[in-house]
């Protein structure tokens, strides 16, 4: 039921122009960049252009050091497929950016929902949940990797918004299938890596 609420509420953002839409780009508006504090912008814009080697590099590095499938690797790319539904389904534009980019950056895709964003919180998620002591600093990572596609003018916070749930939804699909087939090593899905030599 929460996350067919959850889909209203961005489903309403994304095509009704009401109070909630107004609200959404007043709001992306106050918190995207001005260029006036270059330290920032460069950390800002550093930060979303690096999110996503930060969550496959070490996904894939954890992955390559297990033989069965982990969690944050399931999930980091589990999540690309609903990202990619989503954005040719809804078609939404993305913000008439106002910020100037100091470093290369691109917006060759749909606006909704925020892939990046998506994917770190399913990375996000699967190491919170693995590893309860992480929480404050995967949050922390979450947010700032969403304040960031706003800063640099690349989404609505709208798009962060359900691009967090859609990531938390599907990291937590996939910690529940993992854990319902710890039990049964039979079931767990293996992945073998091989590199072949010279």
Sequence with gaps: MKYIFIFLISFSFTFSENYLT?????????????????????????????????????????QI????LIPSFSASLGV??????GKYFFK???PQRRYNPRLWNSRFTPS????????TSAWATSIALT???MVPVMIGYTFLSGYSQVYVGNH??????????????????FYKLYNNNTGNSGVIPQLKIAIPLP
């Design 80 to 85: 690309q497929l609903p990202i990619a539904l």
């Design 156 to 173: 609505y916070v709208s798009d962060v918004i359900f691009g967090w749930a859609l990531g938390y939804a599907v990291a937590s699909l």
């Design 22 to 62: 107004k609200a959404d780009f007043y709001l992306t508006s106050m918190l995207e960049g001005n260029n006036n504090n270059p330290f920032t912008d460069i950390a800002m814009e550093g930060l979303a252009l690096a999110t996503p080697f930060i969550e496959f590099g070490t996904a894939g590095f954890d």
């Design 112 to 119: 909704f929902p925020s892939g990046h964003t998506a994917t």
């Design 92 to 94: 939404r534009e993305r």
């Design 131 to 133: 590893s309860p002591k």
């Design 65 to 68: 050091a297990n033989d069965k």
